[in-house]
Structure formats: structure tokens, C-alpha cells
């Protein structure tokens, strides 16, 4: 039996044992935009509506309930009464269930989302998706729009 030369063996090597590599991390803007929906969803659990405005750029577009609706300030955004509507339907807390990274560039990320609202009981009382659009200005992360599906 004839025996290989080495560069064959090497060659063999190689292509059997690389296996390219499966981007396994985020970037950094994809890890930003994480952790501003981890902000937002912390503030809006506390009902710290200055915290909440925080982590939004202005004007701010959000589309939900058949309804576009556009804020321009953080102060429009803060003047609104959001929890008393929200704990009349029983609602406590909300939760991410599922966030997907459908589109990203270094300084914008587009992150689908499944989030719970949750009542005292921690029982799921609804379930929703939608769209969170997260961009860099001015060095900061915010949430520039967010669509979704839930009343």
C-alpha cells in the first residue's frame, strides 16, 4: 500500500477537523440594545416613570392598540397615565419571554420580542408580541419605536 504525502495527510487534517466558526456573540450594539430593554423592562416594573422615559430617544413612535402615536419629549412621555389601566386588568409585573435579533448595524438593532404581563399571583394574565427598534444617538442607547401587539 502506497503511503500519502505528508502535505495530503495535513490537507485532510484540516478540512476534517475545521469547522467554521457559528457566530456565538453579540456585538456590542447588540448587547446595548439587550440592555436597554433590560432597563426598560426593569423601570417599568418599578412604575418609575422618569427611569422608563430614560430609555427612549425622543420623539419616541410607538404603534399598539390600532393606534400610532408619536411623543416628543421625555416629559409628553411621563405625563401619561399607564398603571392604573394596567392594574385595574390585574397586572403586577411583566416579563421577556423571548427576544430575537432580526436586524443589527453598529449603531441600530431591530429585536423581536414575546413578553407576559403577570398578576400577584405571578399567573400569566396576557402574552404579546412586538417589534422594539433600538438605535445610538449621542452616545446612548434608547428605544426609538416599538410596535406592538398587545391592547
Not at 402615536?69 to 397586572?91: I, K
Request: hydrophobic residues 40%; positive net charge; proline residues 4%.
Amino acid at each position: 500500500m502506497n503511503a500519502l504525502p505528508k502535505w495530503t495527510i495535513l490537507l485532510l487534517i484540516t478540512t476534517t477537523c475545521f469547522v467554521p466558526s457559528i457566530r456565538s456573540e453579540q456585538s456590542l450594539s447588540e448587547r446595548e440594545a439587550m440592555a436597554t430593554l433590560d432597563r426598560f423592562m426593569e423601570a417599568f416594573n418599578a412604575r418609575d416613570m422618569q427611569a422608563w422615559s430614560d430609555t427612549l430617544h425622543y420623539p419616541h413612535v410607538r404603534f399598539a392598540s390600532g393606534d400610532v402615536t408619536v411623543l416628543q419629549s421625555p416629559q409628553a412621555f411621563q405625563n401619561r397615565q399607564v398603571f392604573e389601566a394596567l392594574a385595574a386588568s390585574g397586572w403586577v409585573r411583566s416579563r421577556w419571554v423571548d427576544r430575537k435579533i432580526s436586524l443589527s448595524s453598529p449603531r441600530k438593532v431591530h429585536i423581536q420580542t414575546t413578553f407576559e404581563r403577570l398578576n400577584s399571583k405571578n399567573e400569566r394574565i396576557g402574552q404579546y408580541q412586538s417589534l422594539y427598534i433600538v438605535t445610538q444617538k449621542d452616545g446612548r442607547w434608547g428605544i426609538q419605536a416599538r410596535s406592538s401587539l398587545a391592547p
